[in-house]
């Protein structure tokens, strides 16, 4: 007997198709969420109700063995010319890994290891990156379209965005007339 799937992905543009799933979770990031994640957070040409980014997940019970599939879609725009990005997190258990593929658009993968050591990745149409454990990351848009990742973590791994919100990522993205820079900064 022939089952049809429950849920539809589209790979060319992230979308899901079957936004009616219970366990199809949409999150959407708004600029009053995530003001203390920029270097510069008062700018008075960006609405607190923007949204900058949002995550859509197939999300499974927190269960070892079992796996998350989501999207994170970051819109274009800079704060004080800091180019938008994610909260940025390590997993609760710290040993747990990730994998993230670009889909649309060009961005960034900020990656920060427990001993501090920072790595910048490019994230384009159809690259692949295997986040390690011990390892908190960012996404960063760096074009005028929205850059479109997906994930697939352990559905047990969690988030901390304590430490990150705390201590932060010792780079900073910044758009520039040639494109961006990546600027270290020494206030973490």
Known sequence: MEIKSSLY?????????????????????????????????????IDDEEIMYEV??????????ELNFGVTKIFPGTVNGEFYMTKGHYHEK?????????????????????????????????????IPENTAHRLVNISDEPLVVGACWPSDAGHNYGEIQEK?????????????????????
Request: hydrophobic share 30%; charged share 30%; net charge positive.
């Open 9 to 45: 992905f589209n790979f060319e543009n992230g979308e899901f198709m079957d936004t009616g799933n219970e366990k199809l979770v949409i999150s959407k990031k708004k600029f009053k969420d995530l003001k203390s994640v920029f270097l510069k957070p008062e700018d008075k040409n």
């Open 56 to 65: 859509t997940g197939f999300v499974n019970k927190e269960k070892a063995g």
């Open 94 to 130: 710290m040993s747990h890994t990730e994998y993230y593929w670009g889909i649309q658009g060009k961005g960034l993968l900020v990656l920060k290891d427990t001993e501090g050591k920072c790595s910048v990745i490019t994230v384009e149409k159809n690259s692949l990156h295997y």
């Open 168 to 188: 932060g990522f010792p780079v900073r993205v910044f758009r520039t007339n040639s494109g961006y820079s990546i600027d270290k900064i020494t206030d973490n």
